[in-house]
Nanobody
């Protein structure tokens, strides 16, 4: 499975960005996709996830109401729409996939994921 994240950039506080995660080499309906982020000097943390069917989604409390995750099955792509961005959202954002999602609901841990893409930098200026 190969994951390609894109869409990062520099934006002013209050602005928006949309990240894309293009998945290849996997069978549709098999993988849950997720977004994590890692700020400088901090551990990688969960942001959002979407089941490959798109029916189930979950967004971390820290970004709920501002970030939305979705997927386009035809393009095997997951999207992270980020609105009302804040300087504390500045981080490298990583796309990840897991074949057998954890049994628990809510946030996933980085060690739950099977595959990772290269990160895309998001910088929010104040």
């Amino acid at each position: 499975v190969q994951l390609q994240a894109s869409g990062g950039g520099v934006v002013q506080a209050g602005g928006s960005l949309r990240l894309s995660c293009a998945a290849s080499g996997c069978t549709s309906g098999t993988y849950t996709l997720g977004w994590f982020r890692q700020a400088a000097g901090k551990e990688r943390g969960f942001v959002a996830r979407v089941s490959w069917t798109g029916i189930s989604t979950y967004v971390a409390a820290s970004v709920k109401g501002r970030f939305t995750i979705s997927r386009d099955d035809a393009r095997n792509t997951a999207y992270l729409q980020m609105n009302n961005l804040k300087p504390e959202d500045t981080a490298v954002y990583y796309c990840a996939a897991v074949r057998a999602p954890p049994a628990y609901s809510g946030s996933y841990l980085p060690q739950d994921m099977d595959y990772w893409g290269k990160g895309t930098q998001v910088t929010v200026s104040s």
